[in-house]
Protein backbone atom coordinates (compact mmCIF):
# COMPACT_ATOMS: atom_id res chain seq x y z
CA UNK A 1 0.00 0.00 0.00
CA UNK A 2 1.31 3.32 -0.75
CA UNK A 3 1.47 5.93 1.55
CA UNK A 4 2.55 9.72 0.44
CA UNK A 5 5.46 11.28 2.37
CA UNK A 6 5.00 15.12 0.90
CA UNK A 7 2.24 15.90 3.66
CA UNK A 8 3.49 14.03 6.64
CA UNK A 9 6.93 16.12 6.19
CA UNK A 10 4.88 19.14 5.84
CA UNK A 11 3.02 18.75 9.30
CA UNK A 12 6.31 17.92 10.62
CA UNK A 13 8.35 20.62 9.70
CA UNK A 14 6.11 23.00 9.37
CA UNK A 15 2.43 22.33 11.01
CA UNK A 16 4.83 20.43 13.88
CA UNK A 17 6.22 24.26 14.82
CA UNK A 18 3.01 25.94 14.87
CA UNK A 19 1.59 23.60 17.57
CA UNK A 20 4.54 23.80 19.64
CA UNK A 21 4.20 27.61 19.54
CA UNK A 22 0.68 27.78 20.23
CA UNK A 23 0.85 25.14 23.36
CA UNK A 24 4.24 27.63 24.64
CA UNK A 25 2.18 30.85 23.91
CA UNK A 26 2.54 31.66 27.96
CA UNK A 27 5.99 31.20 28.13
CA UNK A 28 6.94 32.74 24.43
CA UNK A 29 8.22 31.17 21.14
CA UNK A 30 10.91 32.61 19.21
CA UNK A 31 10.22 32.03 15.27
CA UNK A 32 12.22 29.49 14.02
CA UNK A 33 14.33 29.64 10.99
CA UNK A 34 12.05 28.50 7.92
CA UNK A 35 12.77 24.23 7.43
CA UNK A 36 15.50 23.51 4.77
CA UNK A 37 14.55 22.34 1.19
CA UNK A 38 16.37 19.24 1.20
CA UNK A 39 17.66 18.27 -2.73
CA UNK A 40 18.72 14.35 -2.73
CA UNK A 41 21.48 13.64 -5.31
CA UNK A 42 22.20 10.16 -6.24
CA UNK A 43 25.18 9.45 -8.28
CA UNK A 44 27.80 6.36 -9.10
CA UNK A 45 31.13 7.77 -7.37
CA UNK A 46 33.58 5.19 -8.11
CA UNK A 47 35.46 3.74 -11.55
CA UNK A 48 35.17 5.34 -14.56
CA UNK A 49 31.75 6.52 -14.55
CA UNK A 50 32.19 8.40 -11.02
CA UNK A 51 35.67 10.24 -12.40
CA UNK A 52 33.11 11.14 -15.91
CA UNK A 53 29.71 11.41 -14.13
CA UNK A 54 29.27 11.53 -10.19
CA UNK A 55 31.87 13.30 -8.85
CA UNK A 56 31.39 16.28 -11.55
CA UNK A 57 27.45 16.33 -10.85
CA UNK A 58 28.88 16.16 -7.19
CA UNK A 59 30.43 19.75 -7.83
CA UNK A 60 27.93 21.05 -10.07
CA UNK A 61 25.18 20.75 -7.13
CA UNK A 62 27.54 21.92 -4.58
CA UNK A 63 27.75 25.30 -6.50
CA UNK A 64 24.05 25.47 -7.52
CA UNK A 65 23.43 25.50 -3.77
CA UNK A 66 26.07 27.75 -2.64
CA UNK A 67 24.53 30.33 -5.12
CA UNK A 68 20.97 29.83 -4.56
CA UNK A 69 22.13 29.92 -0.27
CA UNK A 70 23.96 33.06 -0.99
CA UNK A 71 21.09 34.63 -2.77
CA UNK A 72 18.66 34.19 0.26
CA UNK A 73 17.15 30.48 -0.20
CA UNK A 74 14.13 30.07 -2.00
CA UNK A 75 11.14 32.08 -0.96
CA UNK A 76 7.90 30.26 -0.40
CA UNK A 77 4.80 31.64 1.26
CA UNK A 78 6.90 34.60 1.83
CA UNK A 79 9.90 32.72 4.01
CA UNK A 80 13.17 32.44 2.78
CA UNK A 81 14.37 28.33 2.84
CA UNK A 82 17.85 27.25 2.71
CA UNK A 83 18.95 24.42 0.45
CA UNK A 84 20.43 21.12 2.16
CA UNK A 85 22.55 18.55 -0.71
CA UNK A 86 21.79 15.08 0.76
CA UNK A 87 24.18 12.67 -1.18
CA UNK A 88 23.99 9.39 -2.07
CA UNK A 89 26.62 6.87 -3.65
CA UNK A 90 24.75 4.21 -5.72
CA UNK A 91 26.40 1.18 -7.85
CA UNK A 92 25.81 1.45 -11.26
CA UNK A 93 23.08 -1.41 -11.29
CA UNK A 94 19.09 -0.51 -11.30
CA UNK A 95 18.76 -2.03 -8.50
CA UNK A 96 21.10 0.26 -6.35
CA UNK A 97 19.59 3.27 -8.12
CA UNK A 98 15.87 2.20 -6.57
CA UNK A 99 17.53 1.90 -3.19
CA UNK A 100 19.17 5.10 -2.99
CA UNK A 101 16.08 6.51 -4.19
CA UNK A 102 14.12 4.80 -1.67
CA UNK A 103 16.76 5.80 1.30
CA UNK A 104 16.30 9.64 0.21
CA UNK A 105 12.80 9.14 0.38
CA UNK A 106 11.91 7.45 3.28
CA UNK A 107 15.49 8.23 5.15
CA UNK A 108 16.33 11.56 4.17
CA UNK A 109 12.73 12.99 3.73
CA UNK A 110 14.26 15.38 0.85
CA UNK A 111 12.12 17.26 -1.40
CA UNK A 112 13.19 16.28 -4.66
CA UNK A 113 15.75 14.18 -6.70
CA UNK A 114 18.21 14.78 -8.67
CA UNK A 115 20.33 12.26 -10.71
CA UNK A 116 21.03 9.46 -11.60
CA UNK A 117 22.67 10.38 -15.13
CA UNK A 118 22.93 7.44 -16.65
CA UNK A 119 19.25 6.09 -18.09
CA UNK A 120 19.53 2.39 -17.14
CA UNK A 121 19.64 3.86 -13.36
CA UNK A 122 17.32 6.85 -13.82
CA UNK A 123 14.31 4.84 -15.11
CA UNK A 124 14.70 2.55 -11.61
CA UNK A 125 15.24 5.12 -9.57
CA UNK A 126 12.29 7.03 -11.15
CA UNK A 127 9.73 4.37 -10.78
CA UNK A 128 10.55 5.02 -6.59
CA UNK A 129 10.14 8.52 -7.24
CA UNK A 130 6.43 8.51 -9.24
CA UNK A 131 5.18 5.62 -6.58
CA UNK A 132 6.35 8.46 -3.73
CA UNK A 133 5.06 11.18 -5.91
CA UNK A 134 8.61 13.15 -5.62
CA UNK A 135 9.99 15.14 -8.25
CA UNK A 136 13.13 13.93 -9.95
CA UNK A 137 15.03 15.35 -12.49
CA UNK A 138 17.84 12.86 -14.30
CA UNK A 139 20.36 15.80 -16.16
CA UNK A 140 21.96 13.63 -18.64
CA UNK A 141 19.50 10.58 -19.00
CA UNK A 142 18.40 10.17 -22.63
CA UNK A 143 16.65 7.25 -22.99
CA UNK A 144 12.28 7.83 -23.78
CA UNK A 145 11.73 4.99 -20.55
CA UNK A 146 13.13 8.20 -18.30
CA UNK A 147 10.02 10.07 -18.71
CA UNK A 148 7.55 8.05 -20.68
CA UNK A 149 4.18 7.73 -18.45
CA UNK A 150 5.51 9.60 -15.68
CA UNK A 151 4.43 12.72 -14.22
CA UNK A 152 6.95 13.43 -11.69
CA UNK A 153 10.54 12.31 -13.23
CA UNK A 154 12.13 14.92 -15.53
CA UNK A 155 15.01 14.80 -17.93
CA UNK A 156 16.89 17.58 -19.03
CA UNK A 157 19.19 15.70 -21.87
CA UNK A 158 18.06 15.55 -25.30
CA UNK A 159 16.62 11.94 -26.30
CA UNK A 160 18.75 8.97 -27.20
CA UNK A 161 17.29 9.21 -31.02
CA UNK A 162 17.59 12.62 -31.45
CA UNK A 163 21.98 12.22 -31.33
CA UNK A 164 21.25 9.35 -34.26
CA UNK A 165 19.73 11.18 -36.52
CA UNK A 166 21.56 14.67 -35.96
CA UNK A 167 24.81 12.52 -36.43
CA UNK A 168 23.55 10.85 -39.82
CA UNK A 169 22.16 14.22 -41.42
CA UNK A 170 26.03 15.53 -40.10
CA UNK A 171 27.78 12.60 -41.49
CA UNK A 172 26.18 12.64 -44.75
CA UNK A 173 25.74 16.07 -45.74
CA UNK A 174 28.73 17.89 -43.97
CA UNK A 175 31.24 15.08 -44.31
CA UNK A 176 30.33 13.26 -47.40
CA UNK A 177 30.25 10.10 -45.65
CA UNK A 178 28.14 7.78 -47.79
CA UNK A 179 29.15 4.24 -46.32
CA UNK A 180 29.30 3.31 -42.17
CA UNK A 181 29.08 0.53 -39.96
CA UNK A 182 27.62 0.20 -36.30
CA UNK A 183 29.21 -1.63 -33.10
CA UNK A 184 26.98 -1.28 -29.99
CA UNK A 185 26.21 -2.82 -26.48
CA UNK A 186 23.74 -5.46 -27.52
CA UNK A 187 22.06 -4.78 -24.02
CA UNK A 188 21.29 -1.36 -24.65
CA UNK A 189 18.60 0.45 -25.22
CA UNK A 190 20.89 3.25 -25.86
CA UNK A 191 22.98 1.86 -28.39
CA UNK A 192 19.83 0.24 -29.51
CA UNK A 193 18.04 3.33 -30.42
CA UNK A 194 20.65 5.59 -31.53
CA UNK A 195 21.96 2.75 -33.98
CA UNK A 196 18.44 2.44 -35.34
CA UNK A 197 17.32 6.10 -36.47
CA UNK A 198 20.99 6.61 -37.49
CA UNK A 199 20.73 3.63 -39.67
CA UNK A 200 17.06 4.87 -41.01
CA UNK A 201 18.38 8.74 -41.21
CA UNK A 202 21.17 7.44 -43.20
CA UNK A 203 20.22 5.32 -45.29
CA UNK A 204 17.07 7.78 -46.00
CA UNK A 205 19.34 10.19 -47.21
CA UNK A 206 20.74 7.76 -49.71
CA UNK A 207 24.23 6.50 -47.66
CA UNK A 208 24.58 2.60 -46.65
CA UNK A 209 25.05 0.56 -43.79
CA UNK A 210 27.49 -1.89 -45.30
CA UNK A 211 27.59 -3.78 -41.48
CA UNK A 212 25.69 -4.00 -38.31
CA UNK A 213 27.55 -5.94 -34.93
CA UNK A 214 26.82 -5.79 -31.60
CA UNK A 215 28.74 -7.12 -28.42
CA UNK A 216 28.37 -8.15 -25.02
CA UNK A 217 29.00 -5.89 -22.77
CA UNK A 218 30.37 -8.99 -20.29
CA UNK A 219 32.43 -10.40 -22.51
CA UNK A 220 36.02 -10.15 -23.07
CA UNK A 221 37.63 -7.13 -24.81
CA UNK A 222 38.53 -8.28 -27.48
CA UNK A 223 36.32 -6.76 -30.60
CA UNK A 224 38.08 -7.51 -32.98
CA UNK A 225 36.65 -10.26 -34.96
CA UNK A 226 32.98 -8.16 -34.73
CA UNK A 227 35.50 -5.12 -36.44
CA UNK A 228 36.75 -6.84 -39.15
CA UNK A 229 33.64 -7.57 -40.36
CA UNK A 230 32.54 -4.34 -39.98
CA UNK A 231 36.03 -3.18 -41.68
CA UNK A 232 35.25 -5.59 -44.28
CA UNK A 233 32.68 -3.04 -46.04
CA UNK A 234 35.11 -0.64 -45.95
CA UNK A 235 33.42 1.87 -44.34
CA UNK A 236 34.36 5.66 -44.40
CA UNK A 237 32.79 6.23 -40.84
CA UNK A 238 32.29 3.82 -37.75
CA UNK A 239 29.33 4.74 -35.31
CA UNK A 240 30.10 3.61 -31.42
CA UNK A 241 27.23 4.68 -29.23
CA UNK A 242 28.62 3.50 -26.25
CA UNK A 243 30.58 4.11 -22.88
CA UNK A 244 33.67 5.34 -24.51
CA UNK A 245 36.71 6.43 -22.64
CA UNK A 246 40.14 7.99 -22.80
CA UNK A 247 41.84 4.44 -23.17
CA UNK A 248 38.83 3.10 -25.40
CA UNK A 249 39.40 -0.53 -26.20
CA UNK A 250 37.35 -0.50 -29.40
CA UNK A 251 38.89 2.70 -31.03
CA UNK A 252 42.45 1.21 -30.42
CA UNK A 253 41.63 -2.28 -32.11
CA UNK A 254 40.17 -0.74 -34.88
CA UNK A 255 43.22 1.69 -35.72
CA UNK A 256 44.94 -1.17 -35.22
CA UNK A 257 43.05 -3.23 -37.45
CA UNK A 258 43.18 -0.78 -40.40
CA UNK A 259 40.77 1.31 -40.01
CA UNK A 260 40.84 5.49 -40.71
CA UNK A 261 38.20 7.05 -41.41
CA UNK A 262 35.64 8.81 -38.70
CA UNK A 263 34.39 8.14 -35.46
CA UNK A 264 31.06 9.14 -34.85
CA UNK A 265 30.26 9.05 -31.27
CA UNK A 266 27.18 10.37 -28.18
CA UNK A 267 26.85 11.83 -25.12
CA UNK A 268 27.83 8.77 -23.55
CA UNK A 269 31.83 9.41 -24.50
CA UNK A 270 34.20 10.97 -22.56
CA UNK A 271 35.39 13.74 -24.56
CA UNK A 272 37.74 15.65 -22.40
CA UNK A 273 39.38 11.99 -21.93
CA UNK A 274 39.72 11.57 -26.04
CA UNK A 275 40.43 14.60 -26.41
CA UNK A 276 44.59 13.68 -26.40
CA UNK A 277 44.39 10.28 -27.86
CA UNK A 278 45.80 10.53 -31.29
CA UNK A 279 43.59 7.69 -32.84
CA UNK A 280 40.48 9.54 -31.71
CA UNK A 281 40.97 12.62 -33.30
CA UNK A 282 38.51 13.47 -36.25
CA UNK A 283 35.60 12.32 -34.33
CA UNK A 284 32.35 13.61 -34.09
CA UNK A 285 30.47 13.74 -31.30
CA UNK A 286 26.82 14.59 -30.49
CA UNK A 287 27.08 16.65 -26.85
CA UNK A 288 24.89 18.63 -24.50
CA UNK A 289 26.73 21.49 -24.84
CA UNK A 290 29.70 24.08 -26.18
CA UNK A 291 31.96 24.53 -22.94
CA UNK A 292 33.90 27.54 -25.05
CA UNK A 293 30.13 29.30 -25.94
CA UNK A 294 30.17 33.14 -24.29
CA UNK A 295 26.57 33.07 -23.07
CA UNK A 296 25.78 34.58 -19.82
CA UNK A 297 25.12 31.64 -17.37
CA UNK A 298 27.71 29.43 -18.60
CA UNK A 299 30.33 31.98 -17.79
CA UNK A 300 29.04 32.13 -14.66
CA UNK A 301 28.74 28.81 -13.76
CA UNK A 302 32.44 28.10 -15.45
CA UNK A 303 33.85 31.17 -13.18
CA UNK A 304 32.25 29.66 -10.14
CA UNK A 305 33.70 26.01 -11.15
CA UNK A 306 36.92 27.49 -11.96
CA UNK A 307 37.13 28.71 -8.21
CA UNK A 308 37.20 25.49 -6.92
CA UNK A 309 38.59 23.23 -9.60
CA UNK A 310 41.56 23.30 -11.97
CA UNK A 311 39.66 20.77 -14.73
CA UNK A 312 37.96 22.09 -17.21
CA UNK A 313 34.16 21.18 -16.26
CA UNK A 314 32.28 18.03 -17.95
CA UNK A 315 28.55 18.45 -18.95
CA UNK A 316 26.78 16.34 -16.37
CA UNK A 317 28.52 18.54 -13.90
CA UNK A 318 26.84 21.99 -15.84
CA UNK A 319 23.84 19.97 -16.17
CA UNK A 320 23.30 18.64 -12.37
CA UNK A 321 23.90 22.91 -11.79
CA UNK A 322 20.65 23.60 -14.17
CA UNK A 323 18.57 21.06 -12.86
CA UNK A 324 19.01 22.67 -9.49
CA UNK A 325 18.55 26.64 -10.51
CA UNK A 326 15.47 24.94 -12.35
CA UNK A 327 13.60 23.16 -9.92
CA UNK A 328 14.14 25.56 -7.23
CA UNK A 329 13.14 28.42 -9.60
CA UNK A 330 9.73 26.35 -10.25
CA UNK A 331 9.18 25.60 -6.93
CA UNK A 332 9.13 29.85 -6.04
CA UNK A 333 6.72 29.91 -8.73
CA UNK A 334 4.78 27.60 -7.66
CA UNK A 335 4.73 28.75 -4.30
CA UNK A 336 4.81 25.08 -2.82
CA UNK A 337 7.16 22.10 -2.02
CA UNK A 338 4.27 19.56 -2.76
CA UNK A 339 5.31 17.24 -5.53
CA UNK A 340 2.31 17.73 -7.71
CA UNK A 341 2.04 21.16 -8.00
CA UNK A 342 6.10 21.65 -8.01
CA UNK A 343 5.39 18.82 -10.88
CA UNK A 344 2.92 20.69 -13.02
CA UNK A 345 5.31 23.93 -12.23
CA UNK A 346 8.33 22.69 -14.46
CA UNK A 347 6.11 20.87 -17.21
CA UNK A 348 4.60 24.88 -17.89
CA UNK A 349 8.37 26.48 -17.24
CA UNK A 350 8.42 27.29 -20.67
CA UNK A 351 12.61 28.76 -21.03
CA UNK A 352 15.29 28.71 -18.75
CA UNK A 353 18.64 29.76 -19.75
CA UNK A 354 21.05 27.33 -18.35
CA UNK A 355 24.15 26.61 -18.34
CA UNK A 356 24.57 24.34 -20.68
CA UNK A 357 22.10 25.54 -23.03
CA UNK A 358 18.08 27.14 -23.23
CA UNK A 359 15.60 24.78 -22.11
CA UNK A 360 11.89 24.97 -22.82
CA UNK A 361 9.22 23.51 -21.03
CA UNK A 362 5.81 23.34 -22.96
CA UNK A 363 3.91 20.63 -21.36
CA UNK A 364 6.10 18.24 -21.04
CA UNK A 365 8.52 16.32 -18.89
CA UNK A 366 10.95 16.71 -21.54
CA UNK A 367 12.98 19.79 -22.67
CA UNK A 368 13.03 21.25 -26.18
CA UNK A 369 16.45 22.21 -26.52
CA UNK A 370 19.31 21.11 -28.95
CA UNK A 371 22.64 20.50 -29.16
CA UNK A 372 26.54 20.64 -30.53
CA UNK A 373 28.49 18.94 -32.87
CA UNK A 374 31.98 18.60 -31.21
CA UNK A 375 35.09 17.17 -33.33
CA UNK A 376 38.34 16.01 -31.59
CA UNK A 377 41.16 17.52 -33.24
CA UNK A 378 44.97 18.06 -32.97
CA UNK A 379 44.94 20.97 -31.17
CA UNK A 380 41.53 20.02 -28.23
CA UNK A 381 37.88 20.06 -28.75
CA UNK A 382 36.26 22.38 -31.44
CA UNK A 383 32.52 22.90 -32.48
CA UNK A 384 32.13 21.47 -35.88
CA UNK A 385 28.10 22.50 -36.13
CA UNK A 386 25.44 23.82 -33.44
CA UNK A 387 21.77 21.85 -34.03
CA UNK A 388 19.04 24.00 -33.36
CA UNK A 389 16.21 22.18 -31.16
CA UNK A 390 13.73 20.25 -32.98
CA UNK A 391 10.80 21.66 -33.91
CA UNK A 392 7.08 20.33 -32.16
Known amino acids: MHTRLTPFRRLRSGAAVALGCAALLGVGCRPTEPPPIRIGLIGVYVGAMGGSSGIPARRGAEIAIAEINAGGGVQIGGRAHRLQLVDVGVENRPDAAAVGARQLINLDSVDVIIGPQISTLAIAAGAVAEEAEILMIAPMASNPLVTAGRQFVFRLAFLDAFQGEVLARFAYDSLGIRRAAILHDAASPYGSDISALFAQTFTTLGGRIVALERYDIDGPEDYRPQLQRLLAGDPQALLLPNFVTGDSTQMRQAR ?80 SRDGTVLADSLRWFGRHEGAVTTYDFRGSNDPVRGAALLELRADGLGVRSSVPPPSR
Open 256 to 335: SLGFRGRFLGTDSWDVRGLASVPGAQGSLIVGNWDRDTTRVNARRFHAAWTAMDAEPPRATAAATYDAIHLVTQAMARAG
